[in-house]
T-cell receptor
Framework: AQSVTQPDIHITVSEGASLELRCNYS??????LFWYVQSPGQGLQLLLK??????LVQGIKGFEAEFKRSQSSFNLRKPSVHWSDAAEYFC??????????????FGQGTILTVHP | DAGVTQSPTHLIKTRGQQVTLRCSPK?????VSWYQQALGQGPQFIFQ???????QRGNFPDRFSGHQFPNYSSELNVNALLLGDSALYLC??????????????FGPGTRLTVT
């Protein structure tokens, strides 16, 4: 069964500092990978996705992520964090075929706190 | 362009009662998925509907059921509510067309509290 691990439950950074949120997945074939962001009490907003091709993908709000097949990772990065980036971030993987076709599997999330 | 909408925003029910949550997909989308997000957890897949049929289901009991209407909107029904059903229920929509199918857009959710 596919699974997603986000090793960091809570990360704190200073405004203007760089950010990297880690995501590791377990999946037999080539996964489709996503990062979502959730503000308190809100739904999920899609930040970026990886389906195929260039392993460095750009998303909204200045975020990017790099797919590394050898490390089964899809880490999210941002060069300079803004206070408005404080939220919870979820990595997710979807099975492009098989019995769980189209089902998103999420990690447990990483809460980002930004200090001024 | 209307996004995914859900109603109601908040709901308080008593154990043993039944509840119905509603979702309207993003304009142009035809597939609806439901997720349960318990406090401090990532969303868990409940089931997915396309062409008014349940296409697949996660590890949820039969107390959880759903429906999709001809206009692609959907309902999630939960019977015999338990305290553990308290959660944020998220609806997501997508378009069943190639890779677009995997790109799911989420609504704001319905916060269900069972007392």
């Amino acid at each position: 069964a596919q699974s997603v691990t986000q090793p960091d439950i809570h990360i704190t950074v200073s405004e203007g500092a760089s950010l990297e949120l880690r995501c590791n997945y377990s999946y037999g074939a080539t996964p489709y990978l996503f990062w979502y962001v959730q503000s308190p009490g809100q739904g999920l907003q899609l930040l970026l996705k990886y389906f195929s091709g260039d392993t460095l993908v750009q998303g909204i709000k200045g975020f990017e992520a790099e797919f590394k097949r050898s490390q089964s990772s899809f880490n999210l990065r941002k060069p300079s964090v803004h206070w408005s980036d404080a939220a919870e971030y979820f990595c997710a993987v979807v099975n492009a075929g098989g019995t769980s076709y189209g089902k998103l599997t999420f990690g447990q999330g990483t809460i980002l706190t930004v200090h001024p | 362009d209307a996004g995914v909408t859900q109603s109601p925003t908040h709901l308080i029910k008593t154990r043993g009662q039944q509840v119905t949550l509603r979702c309207s997909p993003k304009s142009g989308h035809d597939t609806v998925s439901w997720y349960q997000q318990a406090l401090g957890q990532g969303p868990q897949f409940i089931f997915q509907y396309y062409e008014e049929e349940e296409r697949q289901r996660g590890n949820f009991p039969d107390r959880f059921s759903g429906h999709q209407f001809p206009n692609y909107s959907s309902e999630l029904n939960v019977n015999a509510l338990l305290l553990g059903d308290s959660a944020l229920y998220l609806c997501a929509s997508s378009l069943l067309q190639g890779a677009f199918f995997y790109e799911q857009y989420f609504g704001p959710g319905t916060r269900l509290t069972v007392t």
